[in-house]
T-cell receptor, first 115, second 114 residues
Framework: EAQVTQNPRYLITVTGKKLTVTCSQN?????MSWYRQDPGLGLRQIYY???????DKGDVPEGYKVSRKEKRNFPLILESPSPNQTSLYFC??????????????FGEGSRLTVL | SQQGEEDPQALSIQEGENATMNCSYK?????LQWYRQNSGRGLVHLIL?????REKHSGRLRVTLDTSKKSSSLLITASRAADTASYFC??????????????FGGGTRVLVKP
């Protein structure tokens, strides 16, 4: 079954404690992206990756890191989480021809609370 | 501000009525996509319309694209209570020689009353 898998789905942590949210897709997609969703602010892009070893900042990259060492995985790292990073996070992937991005497939989301 | 912005922010209709929502954007695009999200769940792709297309249909959904006005509309005909969700447009645009970016608008919350 084609899917994007995020873990953990729910996490409560404390300020400053490094955490990683994993994302894996089994569709051989080139394009992967992380979004955060906050009430009234829609989906804001954190980082995206056009392919292996190619990552770019989205609209709200501060406080986050990513890596793309393998095509299927795109982890999101919060080196020193702060309460303003409390949010619902989505990972998504798509085929990308280099000239356009196709349909995005989304994970189920990771709800993160930073105390 | 965001590349894509939906209008209205919220919409309440009776079952059986049509629902129309609009998306405006600022720069030229490769394609425009519409997604649906049920509360707190992952988004689900509905329709992709390319910049050289003007209209697309999928079941009860109809999407139009007017590149001269930089706007798109999503029409849901004969709405059902199960159509209650948030709907987002996303614009795919070229940002550099070998890169595209897909950016979402703020969404339209649709409530279909039985």
């Amino acid at each position: 079954e084609a899917q994007v898998t995020q873990n953990p789905r729910y996490l409560i942590t404390v300020t400053g404690k490094k955490l990683t949210v994993t994302c894996s897709q089994n569709m051989n997609h080139e394009y992967m992206s992380w979004y955060r969703q906050d009430p009234g602010l829609g989906l804001r892009q954190i980082y995206y990756s056009m392919n292996v070893e190619v990552t770019d900042k989205g609209d709200v990259p501060e406080g986050y890191k990513v890596s793309r060492k393998e095509k299927r995985n795109f982890p999101l790292i919060l080196e020193s989480p702060s309460p303003n990073q409390t949010s619902l996070y989505f990972c998504a992937s798509a085929f990308s021809s280099g000239t356009s991005t196709g349909e995005l497939f989304f994970g189920e989301g990771s709800r993160l609370t930073v105390l | 501000s965001q590349q894509g912005e939906e209008d209205p922010q919220a919409l309440s209709i009776q079952e059986g009525e049509n629902a129309t929502m609009n998306c405006s954007y600022k720069t030229s695009i490769n394609n425009l996509q519409w997604y649906r999200q049920n509360s707190g769940r992952g988004l689900v792709h509905l329709i992709l319309i390319r910049s050289n297309e003007r209209e697309k249909h999928s079941g009860r959904l109809r999407v139009t694209l007017d590149t001269s006005k930089k706007s798109s509309s999503l029409l849901i005909t004969a709405s059902r209570a199960a159509d209650t969700a948030s709907y987002f447009c996303a614009t795919d645009r070229k940002i550099k020689a070998a890169g595209n970016k897909l950016t979402f608008g703020g969404g339209t919350r649709v409530l279909v009353k039985p």
